[in-house]
């Protein structure tokens, strides 16, 4: 995907980290980053569960908080499903990713901590093991915990802001971010160029619970 930017006039500019902004009246005039400074005509805020903190950065309040997902990854297993399974009763995703397979799933309000939960991970195992029976992998699972954006209406933020003329807000998919992001990107797009979006943002409207 980063290719394919580049090849329509995109620069990525990685390994920085965003530090803070400048702002004008109601526009960012600059964005100071660990790499340097630069200015944009307009930004685009699309940073999961750490979009909150960046936010309140401009002064835009963004009622949001981390839910913390855990997976287990099998690497070359002894059993394989052919397609995706989700185990409706224990709430667990089990996808074959090619020759391995992953167990993924639980929801943890922990804000921004991202230790390993035992209790979490024994119930992905037995959710496994109770609807496929033991599979083992050849070598120690990889583990993995990460954090999702959940809003308090489970909708996403997608628009622009009316505090900060040149933002526009993309974030709070809670679980369906990588399912939603081709989606909203072009809604993203189409806002950021002054173009009609294809769907109603008014639902997902970044400031809709800001009085």
Known sequence: ????????????????SVLSFEKIGD???????????????????????WSTPIAKELDVELLMQPAKGYSITLKNPSALPSRYLFLGKSKVAVT?????????????????????????????RKAGETYLHKIDGEAEPEIWAGLRSVSPDGLPYIGRSARVRNLVIATG??????GMGPFTGQLAADVLQGENPSFDLIPFNPERFVR
């Open 173 to 178: 998919h809670a679980m369906l971010g990588v």
């Open 27 to 49: 526009k960012i005039s600059r964005v100071k980053t660990t790499q340097g400074d630069f200015e944009a005509e307009q930004i685009l805020l699309a940073a999961g569960a």
């Open 1 to 16: 995907m980063a290719e394919k930017a580049a090849q329509h006039g995109a620069r990525i500019l990685t390994e920085r």
């Open 96 to 124: 074959p990713m090619g020759a391995h397979l992953r167990y993924a799933g639980t929801l943890e309000l922990a804000g921004y901590d991202l230790s390993i939960n035992q209790r979490r991970l024994s119930a992905l």
